[in-house]
């Protein structure tokens, strides 16, 4: 796993841009995240693409996760975020992600699958969680995952409450792509900022490999970037 640490988000995310540019052409397909960590990455993305350098036309996209229970057209779901944050501002081929609103859980995870499986994810950005997750693969998740529903911890409930008006709006189920699918992208640029991430990410990259760190897994990846600021880095020896 190599690392790489800036000063800023921004510097970091001018860098994470560069890598993702260097990775993709016009017909790839990514994997995406939401949170506030890939914002900056987004709007690089997207000056690029205003100022006719780079075109997404046929790029398609498979998102991370999605909270049971919300609306495309509800603020905070990833749905609405993706719109807001890249998919408005430069549209790809085809963009997918879990349907919330599903009747049936376990109808909509094997549909995500099997939508998985229509184009292969060459590059995969995520975030991680202040517990070590990646994607909504919480600690204690299976490392050959496929699409699940999952309980949200208390730790995740209470990181994204920043996102909702009260903590008991936040949702407590969310659908996520599993961490087998997670590990068979070709490449993983993971994003972290902020002091409150040094924690996961010292686990991640210097701890034992365990389902109690799920990020911990791509210590077993081939080929992880990982993107981080100093206060992020800062627990590292
Ligand atoms: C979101 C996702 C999560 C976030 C993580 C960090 O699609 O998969 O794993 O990446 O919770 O969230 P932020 O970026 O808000 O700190």
Do not use: W
């Not at 995310?13 to 790839?28: F, G, P, Q, T, V």
């Not at 100022?51 to 997404?56: D, H, L």
């Amino acid at each position: 796993m190599k690392y790489l640490v800036f000063d800023s988000k921004k510097e970091a995310s001018k860098e994470a841009y560069k890598i993702l540019k260097s990775l993709i052409d016009e017909n790839s397909t990514l994997g995406l995240a939401t949170g506030s960590t890939p914002t900056a990455l987004y709007e690089e993305m997207i000056a690029d693409h205003k100022a006719g350098n780079f075109s997404y036309k046929n790029v398609k996209s498979y998102n991370l996760d999605e909270y049971v229970g919300l609306k495309p057209e509800d603020e905070q779901s990833y749905a609405y975020f993706m719109k807001e944050h890249l998919f408005n501002a430069k549209p790809f081929a085809k963009s997918f992600l879990p349907n919330g609103m599903a009747e049936d859980a376990d109808q909509e995870c094997e549909r995500y699958d099997k939508l998985l499986e229509e184009y292969h994810v060459g590059l995969q950005l995520l975030g991680i969680g202040r517990n070590g997750h990646i994607g909504f693969n919480e600690p204690g998740s299976s490392f050959d995952g496929k699409t699940h529903k999952v309980a949200l911890t208390q730790s995740t409930i209470n990181a994204n409450s920043r996102f909702f008006d009260n903590e008991e709006d936040v949702p407590k189920y969310a659908y996520s792509m599993g961490i087998g699918t997670i590990m068979k992208s070709d490449t993983i640029l993971l994003e972290a900022f902020g002091k409150n991430k040094a924690e996961a990410v010292k686990a991640m990259i210097e701890g034992p490999v365990t389902p109690e760190v799920p990020a911990s897994v791509l210590q077993n990846h081939p080929d992880v970037v990982v993107i981080i600021d100093e206060e992020a880095a800062s627990l590292l020896k």
